[in-house]
């Protein structure tokens, strides 16, 4: 259920707080595997998470994974929100913080 999928990405969130990034990205991945089969790689949801993974990878110095994370994330919401939404300017400064 999508709310499931909303509970572990709040614990991720809270690991990744902690510095616990491992646990974090693991939190994202269950996330990610429920939102993939009940929303789909397009929804809004899907890319929050995917943009936490990102966050996570950039955290512990992977920094290729975190930029194809990005990407993903980028076009997700190019093609459901558009250039102009903050989600959008969030995932373009994250992609600059990487570099």
């Known amino acids: 259920h999508p709310d499931t ?3 572990y990405n709040n ?3 809270v690991h990744s707080s902690e510095g616990n990034n491992d646990k974090a990205l ?3 991945k269950k996330a990610l ?5 009940m929303l789909g790689e397009q929804h ?4 929050t998470t995917y943009g936490n993974m990102g966050v996570a990878y950039d955290e512990i110095g992977e920094y ?3 930029l194809q994370l990005y990407e993903k994330v980028l ?5 459901t929100v558009g250039e ?3 989600d959008t300017a969030v995932t373009y400064s994250n992609m600059g913080n990487v570099y």
């Open 5 to 7: 999928a909303a509970t």
């Open 11 to 13: 614990m991720g969130g």
């Open 26 to 28: 693991q939190m994202h």
């Open 33 to 37: 595997q429920i939102e993939l089969a």
């Open 44 to 47: 809004p949801s899907t890319a």
């Open 64 to 66: 290729d994974r975190a």
């Open 75 to 79: 076009q997700i919401w190019l093609a």
């Open 84 to 86: 102009q939404h903050p």
